[in-house]
């Protein structure tokens, strides 16, 4: 197969959920023809792996906003996308083990409740009632906001496929971009393993694989891949209804629509996308023993499955928006570590506008390119990369 | 084995009692294959399928534990057995409505989905819905604690079958102690090994690369222990099993695989039916007519019937229809006949009869060689995936061998592979050169035309696809119409293959089926990565593994 066309407006290179929203926006603001590339099927990567978490309890504004943003989008999805995300929102809860963790998790809900957002701080009795079974003595209380929910990742994937789709957005899966050409001190085209493409505008929203991508365009960044694990266990009647996160070692788990207990932890990987989609030993075991230590009852719940997906890590935290001074028409929209699913809808309007040249309502400092390139005093870090 | 019934324990509030070193499934099968579950979306009457521990329909509660696998189960005297997912009970289960209500399938992707109350309560209702049993309570989940096993061995043989027991027995002689797991409850001892019964392994991920090669192994043994191997040497013997088959009602109480039939048809029970339609002409049929011929009312194969089964059928009066397609199974809440139709449109013919047994094909056990990276390869005769190996039994991955039916050899060549095998493994050789061609499919079923066929019988829409998520097949043709290709994305899109079997039962027919619905061949349309662990694990027997800071700082 080769493409439709000689050359386009835009190539979009990830069909993640970050890519294929982009697009979305970018068709509908008139930016086409558009051509998003994928290396593998869809959902193959981290929009087909992730828990499905969406929340709103951060450290810093910027995430915050962005968040409440894609709550609202993410409420809206049924009716704009015709498909049944099972958006549900029965909050998450953050965990404290210990008074320093709690002290942390409170300035999470002064900034949070200063956004608007009513969260609560739960005492060690207040966690109880939502999470029935907690073992004894094994948290001194957390946050929780009950707009923050879970939902089920894949026909949110299907639904914004199609819908680019139906605006005219070619997508080609199976295509790997080997190589960025520019000409002029700018982008020109991409070279696939399905043959080169002419275009002005190319679009980095390819996750795990944005480091290696910006490379090929001869484009250094601080991007991190790193391999997180989950699991999932057999179905069981409802009896859980937040994600819970645990501050001191980012265990998180909910009870999907479906039943199933799923949740990761995180354990020290070595970077790099090589490990591919494995899982290992030392995660199930650790994850076992962190989920049977918090809910004893869980014990003889069998485990359905395990698998693995790309965190896509930057130093401080924060997503990469915006065009590459160093390359005019490359632009990142990529970084957003193990939070794409839950922030694409509110990041991917701006990665559209900046792919269009136009100004975003975003913190160049926080989350433009540019950051990481001048030798400048950092504004601030998202640390709350849990669950 | 099996001795007096002197077991007593309560089913759903009833006095029962069970012979010892029985399982729950035989002692509640008395007369007839039971009826112990319904169907996870739409509480259809679901019938205990496999009889080894991986389908929906035997799943049980037991003293307050969910979701125990009847068929795995040893009753222990006093155990309250209730059943789950279904209301009052499984004979009569009001939420059977929403399969009347929907027959056609609930579309859950595009069904209600505004911002409404509504939307909200309809969720809600939904989510009750989720899942088989209530969660466990914490005293039937500590119940279950129990130290770990650990062990660090040369050799671990995983499958104490023919092929396994062998081997075994052949590194013995060498003088080297492997240690053996066996799935199977009660495995009578390998002189010379180290063997653990009941235990199911679950994980073998690629040996790490650093340092001297060896593997871990990760199984349990049931009910809840945790069992971690250290190995330089592996052998893969874990067999294969009887696939189940697309058709209308193919998980009506009564319909079962070989597998179960001939684990319940143990003397000194009688097989729990009086008149059962086999399904398949080779092998494996023979081995059924074998232990319950007396019990068979009609053989039923998709292609012709081998010589030495028509010859057993005919001395017992079983009549024989080759060259058949299986419609459909009838009967609401136990099968009591089947319909037929002979290949290419011929006549169509109905059978009464009290269970079904399905012999027709047996697909490798290969989940282990998919999870530790091995090369497999499309088996055309037998519809599915097996290890590539070479004359030495050596996979691709160096110190992996395979061995027995799972590699593609026939029992006659058991004891032969056995010593070939060993001598690779003793001296540590690579791979030999080619393997023989493995042995070649049981009756020949022309697979793919077999199921182009049933794609054309009118109203196979409503078939269950999926029996563990109730997968519907029009729900997987619809998939296809709207565009999305290849069994991963298939897969996320019906949700097919990802319940309680791991798709174990339903992915072999809907490799064939997506083969016809888009055009290409079965490896074409891929295979779902075989995700760590091989059965449902407890998170109790993996918790009980301590930690190795040397290993979890440093995963593979």
């Known amino acids: ?387 | 084995m099996v001795g007096e019934p002197d077991r007593s324990f309560s089913f759903r509030g009833r006095p029962r009692s069970a012979r010892d070193g029985e399982t729950l499934l035989s002692a509640l099968s008395t007369d007839r294959i039971p009826l112990l579950h319904r169907s996870i979306q739409y509480h259809r009457p679901q019938g205990p399928l496999c009889g080894i521990g991986h389908c929906t329909g035997c799943l049980v509660r037991v003293n307050g534990r969910p979701n125990v696998r009847a068929c795995r189960y040893e009753p222990a005297p006093g155990d309250a057995v209730t059943i789950e997912n279904a209301w009052p009970s499984p004979t009569w289960d009001l939420l059977g409505a929403i399969g009347l209500i929907k027959p056609g399938g609930v579309d859950s992707l595009h069904g209600l989905r505004r911002p409404a109350l509504a939307t909200r309560l309809y969720q809600r209702f939904v989510r009750r819905l989720a899942g088989t049993g209530t969660a466990p309570t914490e005293a039937g989940s500590q119940a279950l604690s129990a130290p770990s096993v650990e062990r660090s061995t040369e050799v671990v043989v995983i499958g104490a079958g023919g092929a396994g027991r062998a081997v075994a027995a052949s590194l013995v002689a060498r003088g080297v102690r492997p240690v053996v797991l066996e799935r199977g409850l009660h495995p009578p001892p390998v002189d010379g090994a180290e063997l653990l019964g009941a235990t199911t392994a679950v994980f073998l991920p690629p040996p790490a690369e650093s340092g001297e090669r060896r593997f871990t192994l990760l199984a349990f043994r049931e009910p809840a222990q945790g069992v971690r191997i250290d190995a330089r040497w592996v052998v893969v013997a874990t067999g294969g099993y009887d696939a189940s088959l697309l058709f209308g009602g193919n998980d009506r109480p009564g319909v079962v695989t070989a597998d179960a039939a001939l684990s319940l048809a143990t003397p000194p029970r009688p097989p729990p039916f009086r008149r059962a339609v086999v399904v398949g002409g080779g092998r494996r049929a023979a081995e059924v007519l074998e232990t319950c011929g007396d019990a068979v009312e009609a053989v039923v194969a998709p292609g012709e019937i081998r010589p030495d089964v028509v010859r057993a059928a005919s001395d017992r009066g079983i009549l024989l229809y080759p060259r058949s397609l299986l419609l459909r199974a009838d009967g609401r809440k136990h099968v009591r006949s089947v319909r037929l139709c002979a290949r290419s449109g011929g006549t169509k013919t109905t059978i009464a009869c009290d269970a079904v047994i399905l012999a027709h094909r047996r697909v490798p056990h290969a989940q282990l060689f998919f999870q530790v990276g091995a090369t497999t390869e499309w088996r055309s005769g037998v519809g599915a995936y097996g290890p590539t190996v070479t004359a030495n039994g050596a996979t691709s991955v160096p110190g992996l061998f395979a061995i027995g039916s799972v590699a593609g050899f026939s029992p006659s060549e058991f004891a032969l592979h056995a010593e070939v095998v060993t001598d690779a493994v003793v001296r540590g050789t690579g791979p030999a050169g080619p393997a023989p061609s493995p042995a070649a499919g049981e009756a020949p079923t022309e697979l793919l035309g077999y199921y182009r066929e049933l794609l054309r019988v009118p109203g196979h829409g409503r078939w269950v696809a999926c029996p563990c998520v109730d997968v519907l097949v029009g729900e997987v043709e619809r998939a296809v119409r709207f565009g999305y290709r290849g069994i991963e994305v298939i897969k996320r899109y019906s949700s097919l293959g990802s319940g309680i079997c791991q798709g174990r039962y339903c992915l072999p027919d809907a490799l064939l089926l997506l083969s016809i619905l888009e055009g290409r061949t079965p490896p074409e349309v891929g295979y779902i990565t075989q995700r760590p662990p091989v059965v449902p694990t407890p998170l109790a027997a993996l918790a009980s593994l301590p930690a190795r800071s040397a290993v979890e700082g440093v995963p593979p």
Not at chain 1, 136 to 164: I, K, Q, R
């Open chain 1, 1 to 387: 197969m080769t493409f439709a066309r000689d050359s386009y407006r835009t190539v979009v290179v990830g069909a993640g959920i970050v890519g294929l929203f982009t697009a979305y926006h970018l068709a509908r603001a008139g930016g086409g023809p558009i051509l998003v590339v994928d290396r593998g099927f869809l959902s193959s990567g981290a929009s087909g792996r992730n828990g499905g978490g969406v929340r709103q309890q951060w450290e810093a504004r910027g995430t915050v906003r962005l968040a409440r943003e894609s709550v609202q989008a993410y409420r809206r999805f049924g009716v704009e996308f015709g498909f049944n995300i099972w958006f549900r929102q029965s909050g998450y809860l953050f965990l404290a083990e210990n008074d320093a963790e709690l002290a942390r998790l409170r300035n999470v809900h002064t900034l949070v409740a200063s956004e608007g957002l009513p969260s609560r701080v739960l005492d060690a009795d207040g966690v109880a009632r939502l999470v029935d079974g907690i073992a004894p003595g094994a948290t001194v209380g957390g946050t929780y906001l009950e707009s923050d929910g879970t939902l089920y990742p894949f026909p949110a994937l299907w639904g914004v496929y199609e819908a680019v789709r139906s605006l005219g957005v070619e997508v080609a899966l199976g295509v790997e971009v080997l190589g960025v050409e520019a000409r002029d001190g700018r982008v020109a085209g991409v070279l696939t393993s399905k043959g080169p493409v002419g275009t002005s505008t190319v679009v980095n929203a390819a996750g795990g694989w944005s480091g290696d991508l910006s490379r090929r365009a001869g484009l250094e960044v601080p991007n991190v891949a790193t391999r997180h694990e989950i699991l999932a266990t057999e179905a069981l009647k409802p009896f859980l209804d937040p994600m819970v996160v645990r501050a001191s070692d980012g265990l998180y788990f909910s009870q999907s629509m479906r039943g199933e207990i799923i949740g990761g932890l995180a354990l020290p990987h070595p970077p790099g996308s090589s490990g591919g989609a494995r899982s290992s030993p030392a995660f199930l075991t650790a994850m076992a023993r962190a989920l049977v230590g918090l809910l004893p009852r869980l014990g003889s719940v069998g485990v359905l499955r395990a698998w693995s997906g790309l965190y896509d890590d930057t130093p401080d935290g924060f997503p990469v928006i915006g065009e590459d001074p160093r390359l005019p028409g490359f632009v990142h929209g990529n970084g957003l570590g193990g939070h794409g699913f839950m922030l694409a809808p509110a990041t991917s309007r701006r990665i559209a506008l900046a792919a269009l040249g136009q100004p975003t309502d975003l913190d160049p400092a926080q989350f433009s390119p540019k950051r990481f390139l001048a030798p400048s005093p950092v504004a601030a870090v998202e640390r709350l990369q849990l669950g």
